[in-house]
């Protein structure tokens, strides 16, 4: 659940004293917000090793933060340029958690001793491998490779699929297989196995104003951890069978951290919106955060009573589109769109009274509805310590780097 104990009055005072000297539009991480955070996300992972989801970060300076912390081990990647791009930046152990068409990418890592040892590429399919293979350019480093398990949930004998259509790998027979596929190709080491179960991790069990639909999923997923919690172990086997020396089991997420700790076939967990806790991570019975991330837009205009007009704004988020990917007017509390025009590309209304007491010029403060994707938005952040910016640092975009 969203932590609301702060005081928004003063939260909003506090941020907008830390950057009284810079203008909007801009994006801040609130310190003690993002350390509280991660710390709750190792405390929720009992004792095993938090894997940081880079996509739900984008800036080195915040990866690092988290990884200089006891608990916390490793980078899940979310394309092979940006897993190479971290490797070569020193962060020598990088999960790359989607399979990649990237020739030149593949090049690069056979090519490459330090890089072949630190990125681990995912793999669903015999035809990945035949790819790799043919991208390799006379590169013969070993390729480290994970197989990835579809987690969703089959009911009805299969005509009712609950969870993201991700591998094609759903029983351990079939991981088994790829498993020996890899075993007897040259110039391909397994080392791991995957399993993301984003129907637990990535769906919200309180959904405000729906007790129905909450009730629901809570069922669902409770049906879903004890599916999968005897699945995965059985899959863990099957592949152990073939690959003894796997190195770790990776699962979980922001949402599920404690359950998937508590599965003795998993080693390790994944987990990265958790550090700063956009708002779609509101909604959850079994934890709660503290919002680290928003940005803020300028005042610069008053249309009438009770309404002002920010600097743009419109920054949806992924997935299926609806009003839950949208970011939200947070400080000052108790500000709504306008329902005729939303979020705009360069110009957005606000709606109720804190808008009489803004002024040419004032800051708005937003959440984002995700994690990351904000940082594509904004060259830097600035890091809020107390009352002052601390730092200012580079996100991906800053860097010039645009992965996705």
């Known amino acids: 659940m969203f932590d609301a104990t702060a005081d928004p009055a003063a939260e909003r005072a506090r941020y907008d004293r830390a950057t009284a000297h810079l203008d909007a539009p801009l994006a801040v991480v609130d310190l003690a917000a993002f350390d509280a955070n991660a710390a709750d996300l190792v405390r929720r992972a009992g004792g095993k090793p938090v894997r940081v989801a880079s996509k739900s970060v984008r800036c080195r300076a915040l990866l690092e933060r988290a990884l200089a912390r006891e608990g916390f081990a490793g980078v899940m990647g979310f394309t092979l340029a940006e897993s190479l791009w971290l490797a070569r930046c020193g962060f020598g152990d990088v999960l790359l958690a989607y399979p990649s068409a990237d020739r030149a990418g593949y090049a690069e890592l056979a090519s490459d001793p330090k890089l072949a040892a630190a990125v681990t590429v995912m793999v669903d399919d015999p035809a990945q491998l035949a790819l790799i293979d043919a991208a390799r350019g006379g590169g013969r480093e070993e390729i480290r490779v994970c197989l990835e398990l579809d987690t969703s949930l089959w009911l009805l004998g299969g005509r009712v699929r609950i969870g993201a259509r991700r591998s094609p790998l759903h029983s351990p027979a079939q991981l088994a297989d790829l498993a020996r596929s890899v075993a007897r190709r040259p110039g391909f080491r397994l ?175 937003f959440r984002h509805a995700k994690a990351g994707e904000l940082c594509e938005r904004f060259a830097a952040l600035h890091l809020v310590e107390g009352d002052r910016v601390a730092a200012t640092v580079p996100t991906y975009r800053g860097e010039g780097r645009t992965f996705l």
């Not at 959904?207 to 879903?224: C, D, K």
């Not at 899959?235 to 020396?245: E, K």
């Not at 708002?279 to 008053?302: C, E, I, K, M």
């Open 191 to 365: 080392v791991g196995l995957m399993a993301y179960e984003g129907h637990i991790a990535g769906v919200g069990d309180a959904p405000p104003g729906r007790p129905l639909r909450a009730r629901a999923v809570r069922l669902m997923q409770s049906a879903a951890r004890r599916e999968l919690a005897q699945r995965r172990a059985a899959a863990v086997r099957a592949v152990r069978a073939v690959a003894p020396d796997l190195e770790f089991v990776n699962g979980g997420g922001t949402g599920s951290v404690q359950h998937t700790a508590a599965e003795e076939a998993v080693t390790e967990i994944a987990a990265g919106s958790g550090l700063l806790m956009p708002r779609l991570f509101d909604n959850y019975t079994s934890f709660s955060g503290r919002p680290a991330a928003l940005f803020a837009q300028p005042v610069v205009r008053r249309p009438g009573v009770g309404v002002v007009t920010v600097l743009g704004g419109g920054y949806p988020a992924s997935g299926a589109a609806g009003r839950d990917r949208l970011p939200v007017p947070y400080l000052p509390a108790g500000l709504r769109y306008d329902p005729a025009e939303g979020p705009g590309e360069v110009q957005t209304p606000l709606l109720g009274p804190p808008a009489d007491d803004l002024l040419i010029g004032d800051k708005v403060w």
